[in-house]
Nanobody, 126 residues
Framework: QVQLVQSGGGSVQAGGSLRLSCVAS????????MGWLRQGPGKEREGVAGIDSDKWTTYAQSVKGRFTISQDRAKNIMYLQMNSLKPEDTAMYYC????????????????????WGQGTQVTVSF
C-alpha cells in the first residue's frame, strides 16, 4: 500500500523560510513524477513544483526562484524548500506521486497524480 507522509510547514512571517518533507513507502518512486501541490483559501488546487525520475524539475511561475524541490529517490524522500515566503503562499500543501512514466512539465499537473500525502498547512503572515 502506497503511503505518503508529510512533515514540516507551520506559520512564518513574510520573507521567512520553511521546508516540507514527504516520505513515500510502498512505492518505488522510480517511474515518474513526484511533486508538491497547494490549495489556498477559496482557490483551486495548483501545482507548485515537480520532479521526475531524471531529476528534471519544474515550477509554477509564482514560485520560481524562491522554492526548490529535491528528492532522494533511494530513500524515497522528497523536499520542498520555500524561501522568501509571501502571504499569497498561504495554503494547504500536498505531496503527490504518480504511477505514469510521464515526466517533465507533467509534474505540476494535478491530473497525473495517483497518490497523495495528508496535507500540511503553511501560513505566511505580513
Amino acid at each position: 500500500q502506497v503511503q505518503l507522509v508529510q512533515s514540516g510547514g507551520g506559520s512564518v512571517q513574510a520573507g521567512g523560510s520553511l521546508r516540507l518533507s514527504c516520505v513515500a513507502s510502498g512505492f518505488t518512486g522510480s517511474s515518474g513524477c513526484m511533486g508538491w501541490l497547494r490549495q489556498g483559501p477559496g482557490k483551486e488546487r495548483e501545482g507548485v513544483a515537480g520532479i521526475d525520475s531524471d531529476k528534471w524539475t519544474t515550477y509554477a511561475q509564482s514560485v520560481k526562484g524562491r522554492f526548490t524541490i529535491s528528492q532522494d529517490r533511494a530513500k524515497n524522500i522528497m523536499y520542498l524548500q520555500m524561501n522568501s515566503l509571501k502571504p499569497e503562499d498561504t495554503a494547504m500543501y500536498y505531496c503527490a506521486a504518480a504511477r505514469s512514466p510521464l515526466g517533465g512539465n507533467w509534474c505540476t499537473r494535478e491530473a497525473i497524480y495517483n497518490y497523495w500525502g495528508q496535507g500540511t498547512q503553511v501560513t505566511v503572515s505580513f
